[in-house]
């Protein structure tokens, strides 16, 4: 166990922990933000998905060791109000089914948008291919990113 | 707006008593309870604060005084949209906005009758009763206010929660009417609006759960945080029917927050399967703990178990004389003297449902004999049951909290992970959360069964069909999951559909031959029609190719030569579909349908390949016949899901065992379908209003995997016949 400081969501953190549990049961259990899921604890997923330092990241492997120090964005820090575009563009298209893996995947397509903000089809399935979705809701995916990219250039 | 946000949590303590609980049971606030004709418990009242009356008109309707209206929801939504197509059948009548109303779950009290969402039954079972119970209550509260005004109730009407009387102009909100109305008569047969006045049923509504869900503020079993819980992650055998002989916790102890191990029994169906947690202030600590477990399983022989051994006493069975599940003419006769005999052996894999929230639920004991439960399931009232039955207690001593669960498919209709995390916190002081890890998910079952079919056809020189027969050979779920000894009612279920498909097929006789298997097998999205519908409809196609007819035209003219919903379905693909227009060299189109208890569906899908070995699949067209639509935008959504699910089932893993265990663990080895290898899907509904409702959940899931693969039979000349198989490489 170990004292450890984060920062998520612009808020400081310090937790008394292992440093080798992952990102994600930290995230979930000791600070308290649920929007972030478990799905598979190998990267396989993507339904953990957050940002460090603003890269996408499977949190299941992510150790607080390492995210310590770093900027640690979660689905619950990307708003306050569902007005970023990528939420507003789910929320026109309907995407989700049950939800689950929805987190994950708005994570990492905003580090896509942030990237190449006129993703092609290709760059979404790209970008996209970490994130799983057993209810099936990929071409809606595809379409909401296209249309985040619309809201976001104006 | 949710009740599922204010999960920090109603019961508290354990000093509750017995008389608390039960009213808990029903309602998150304490309610009162005026209700006739639906709910026979008296004229209880309750003042829940000096100006807060909270009235329940009837047990789906609460109204309080304050003019917050709740709707009770008795079906889980899993992804399915229920939380919105549910609650919409009552507000629709009840004149209310779904943007007024909080919408609470059922917790498996009896008045509620079934909330097991499965089988595509929520619209179709809950349309008439809720929209009732809406036409009701919005009767009673015209009536109270008419009658406070003493003005004819003709004079008045309800919009938006709001009763108004024509003339004047004047009214009331539904929470200043609630309390005299709720002591009115129930109407029997309340007037049901014309569905041109629709303003909810039949649209694209939105659902209220989407903004939830996409900023991370939806709650799902596993979300659930209670004061003072702890953590369990449990070991299980992947070799089912092992007994624990004994472990060693040397190494688990060490763990810094481990607490203690709790040995427990896995209740799934009539099975009892030893197992072990470990209980820690952390899940991470408790998983650890049970990595470090060092458990000793007796497997009694269970360790020899191989599917490809298995496949080969299922093909071997393909001979044999089944129990005769339909007979019409005489078979044997006509297809022996048939100028062309066809025969085709068909093989469907074993299949995990795969979720992607992993098993859970969370539990907590109120004193020796009360014990209350958070969980994502697809049934709050078989959850009270199995719960009941297995820890032997009463169901009105146990309270279930129904959260969004991460995707069902057919898993989370048993609630064996709940049984489980009631029975270990029945060894705590605490509240304690079970998380099962996706390798306990992918590798405990149960599973989907695996069907081979056996088909025969004898076709006159011109094509027509003169003698048909569809035989599965398959292991049964009942037979498995219930361990039942008799296995000939078991027919029914694992021939579902082949004989009542509108196609005239004359001298057809279809069997079931029964094999044993000791893994537990159960419902999977469509049930059996996930796997016959596969041998069925490539078969069809198959005879259509022998007759040197195009496929849907053999379907059309030779095998539906009378009108049916299946040829209007059929007609409808080869409009939308372009059936007709050319296609580019390497390119191919299929097409399927398939008509079961769920409802009727059918693909046309468009492939090319440029080698006749790899496959792109180019487009997809699908047609589901549902009769009445509530949500159009939601029926599209769960038919692209269910051909994405179908996808993964028909070019991915199956679930194939080895030495008693499962090969496959996790998602690197049971992969499914990603984004880049999803087409688009266009999903043309036909509803032309009327009592006949179809499901929704499962008609699209059948024909898919059967449409492509005659599209790529279309594209390349190869029939497959084996599910699943290689895209990239057919």
């Not at chain 2, 049964?476 to 000894?485: A, F, I, N, P, R």
């Not at chain 2, 579909?577 to 693909?603: I, M």
């Not at chain 2, 935008?633 to 080895?658: C, H, N, P, R």
Request: with cysteine.
């Amino acid at each position: 166990m170990a004292n450890i400081s984060l920062t998520v969501n612009k808020k400081q953190y310090q937790i008394d922990a292992d440093p080798q549990m992952p990102l994600l049961w930290a995230l979930r259990d000791i600070i308290g933000l649920k929007g972030t899921k478990f799905g598979c604890g190998m990267a396989q997923c993507g339904a953990c998905t957050v940002h460090l330092d603003g890269e996408a990241v499977r949190s299941c492997v992510t150790l607080l060791g390492r995210a310590e120090g770093q900027e640690i964005v979660t689905i619950e820090g990307i708003s306050d109000n569902t007005s970023h575009p990528l939420q507003k563009a789910w929320i026109e298209l309907q995407v989700p089914q049950c939800g689950y893996c929805q987190s994950g995947q708005i994570m990492s397509a905003a580090v896509l948008l942030r990237e190449n903000p006129h993703p092609t089809d290709q760059d979404i399935d790209e970008a996209m291919m970490g994130n799983l979705c057993r209810c099936g809701t990929y071409t809606r995916i595809r379409k909401a990113i296209h249309r985040a990219a619309e809201i976001m250039n104006g | 707006m949710l009740e599922h946000q204010m999960i920090k949590v109603a019961v508290r303590k354990s000093s509750l008593d017995r008389r608390d609980f039960l009213r808990l049971s029903g309602l998150s606030s304490l309610g009162l309870v005026l209700g006739l004709g639906w709910k026979s418990d008296g004229q209880e009242m309750i003042a829940a604060g000096a100006d807060a009356v909270t009235v329940k008109l009837n047990p789906y309707i609460i109204i309080e005084s304050s003019g917050t209206i709740s709707i009770m929801n008795p079906m889980p939504d899993m992804g399915q949209g229920t939380f919105q197509s549910v609650p919409a059948l009552i507000a629709e009548d009840l004149e209310v906005s779904l943007e007024q109303i909080k919408i609470l779950q059922t917790g498996g009290e009896k008045e509620y009758g079934r909330q097991t969402a499965g089988g595509s039954n929520s619209i179709r079972g809950q349309y008439q009763k809720l929209r009732t119970v809406g036409a009701a209550g919005k009767e009673m509260l015209i009536l109270a206010a008419s009658q406070r005004w003493k003005v004819p109730v003709t004079d008045c009407y309800a919009s938006e929660g709001i009763v108004y009387h024509k003339p004047t102009g004047r009214s009331f909100t539904y929470g200043e009417l609630a309390e005299v109305a709720s002591q009115l008569p129930v109407p029997q047969n309340p007037q049901l609006k014309d569905p041109k006045d629709f303003k909810i049923l039949g649209k694209n509504y939105p659902r209220p759960d989407v903004p939830l869900k996409v900023s991370g503020k939806a709650v799902y079993g596993i979300d659930v945080e209670l004061p003072g819980m702890v953590y369990a992650s449990a070991a299980h055998c992947p070799v089912f029917n092992s007994k624990l002989i004994n472990y060693d916790d040397t190494e688990t102890m060490r763990i810094k927050g481990v607490k203690k191990l709790v040995r427990f029994q896995r209740a799934l169906g009539a099975h009892k399967y030893d197992a072990i947690a470990v209980i820690a202030d952390t899940y991470w600590a408790a998983y650890q703990g049970k990595l470090a477990l060092k458990t000793n399983w007796d497997f009694g022989g269970n360790d020899s178990f191989d599917t490809e051994k298995y496949e080969q006493t299922l093909r071997d069975m393909a001979g044999n004389e089944g129990q005769v599940v339909h007979s019409d003419g005489d078979f044997e006769n006509a297809f022996h003297s048939a100028p062309v005999q066809i025969t085709a052996l068909y093989e469907l894999p074993m299949l995990s449902h795969s979720p992607m929230e992993p098993q859970n639920c969370t539990a907590q004991w109120h004193g020796k004999d009360l014990v209350e439960v958070w969980v994502s399931s697809q049934g709050a009232d078989r959850v009270k049951s199995e719960i009941s039955k297995n820890l032997d207690i009463p169901a009105d001593n146990i309270k279930v909290n129904i959260l969004f669960s991460g995707g069902g498919f057919g898993r989370r209709l048993y609630n064996d992970y709940a049984v489980e995390a009631a029975s270990i916190a029945r060894e705590l002081e605490t509240p304690v959360k079970l998380i099962w890890t996706r390798e306990e998910d992918t590798q405990l079952g149960p599973f989907r069964p695996p069907t081979f079919s056996a088909m025969k056809a004898g076709l006159a020189a011109d094509g027509k069909p003169l003698a048909f027969q569809h035989k599965v050979i398959s292991p049964s779920m009942g037979s498995t999951l219930e361990d039942k000894k008799d296995t000939s009612g078991e027919s029914s279920s694992m021939t579902e559909g082949i004989s009542t498909q509108a196609y005239e097929l004359p001298n057809m006789k279809n069997e079931y031959v029964f094999s044993q298997i000791h893994i537990p097998l159960a419902a999977w999205r469509s049930v059996t029609s996930s796997t016959v519908a596969f041998a069925h409809e490539c078969f069809i196609d198959e005879m259509a190719v022998r007759a040197g007819k195009d496929p849907l035209d053999y379907r059309l003219e030779t095998l539906l030569t009378k009108p049916s919903d299946t040829k209007r379905l059929l007609l409808k693909l080869k409009e939308v579909s372009h059936w007709e227009k050319p296609l580019p060299d390497g390119w191919g189109r299929g097409v399927a349908q398939y008509e079961f208890f769920a409802g009727l569906g059918g693909y046309v899908v468009e492939v090319s390949s440029k080698d006749r070995s790899s496959i792109y699949i180019e487009k997809v067209y699908m047609v589901i016949d549902l009769g009445t639509v509530v949500n159009p935008d939601t029926v599209a959504l769960q038919v692209e899901g269910a051909a994405t699910m179908a996808l993964t089932a028909a070019t991915k893993s199956a679930i194939t065992f080895k030495n008693g265990q499962t090969r496959q663990t996790n998602f690197h080895n049971y992969p499914l379908v990603r984004i880049n290898e999803m087409p688009e899907v266009e999903v043309h509904i036909i509803a032309e209003g009327g009592p006949k409702i179809r499901g929704v959940g499962e008609p699209g899931l059948p024909p898919f995997a059967p449409a492509l693969a005659n599209a790529i039979f279309a594209a390349t000349g190869k029939r497959i016949r084996k599910l699943p198989f290689n895209i990239n490489q057919v």
